[in-house]
T-cell receptor, first 114, second 111 residues
């Protein structure tokens, strides 16, 4: 079974530029999560999708971050404009259902904002 | 969400058993206790979870205190590949099943 795919793996941008990350969850997984992991900390949930609907985006900085999951499969997370403090690893995870199912994480995208 | 307390770091010799503790004194009656680990430069991966009874799987064992205010993840024979950050995460099985990660315990395995 293929795991969660993310691209790119690394991205370096200047502050105020925009950037987008892509995630392809495990086939058949209805729930998709985006996390932000700052160096030295645990991952923090940004947004949770159930199929193509948003379940929770309460921790997403909506003035600069946006995410979508068209057709309930792939998802993109965008930052526009980026700030220095957005430097982090962005992790995508998926699970079969929203219940107590295990979350499967991708390898993450390491973003550096200069 | 229940708050957790884990040691910042622990060391173990290779092929020795490792006991990783977690205190979660504010856990509610419906919270499952999940453990995930994160190997260097990888996303977290599921290890084990339980509610009240001790649990075993191919990766580890989970011992849950009778009052459920603490739990211990047991790696029976540490290998170099087990060097990772281990996260203990109480989670409401009846809720939205969101994982709230703390800083975890960084386990170093000494050859």
């Amino acid at each position: 079974e293929a795991g969660v795919a993310q691209s790119p793996r690394y991205k370096i941008i200047e502050k105020r530029q925009s950037v987008a990350f892509w995630c392809n969850p495990i086939s058949g997984h209805a729930t998709l999560y985006w996390y932000q992991q700052i160096l030295g900390q645990g991952p923090k949930l940004l947004i949770q999708f159930q199929n193509n609907g948003v379940v929770d985006d309460s921790q997403l900085p909506k003035d600069r971050f946006s995410a979508e999951r068209l057709k309930g499969v792939d998802s993109t997370l965008k930052i526009q404009p980026a700030k220095l403090e957005d430097s982090a690893v962005y992790l995508c995870a998926s699970s079969y259902q929203q219940s107590t199912d295990t979350q499967y994480f991708g390898p993450g995208t390491r973003l550096t904002v200069l | 969400d229940a708050k957790t307390t884990q040691p910042n770091s622990m060391e173990s010799n290779e092929e020795e058993p490792v006991h990783l503790p977690c205190n979660h004194s504010t856990i509610s009656g419906t919270d499952y206790i999940h453990w995930y680990r994160q190997l260097p430069s990888q996303g977290p991966e599921y290890v084990i979870h339980g509610l009240t009874s001790n649990v075993n799987n191919r990766m580890a064992s989970l011992a849950i205190a009778e009052d459920r205010k603490s739990s211990t993840l047991i790696l029976h024979r540490a290998t170099l590949r087990d060097a990772a950050v281990y996260y203990c995460i109480p989670n409401d099985g009846a809720g939205s099943y969101q994982l709230t990660f703390g800083k975890g315990t960084k386990l170093s395995v000494i050859p």
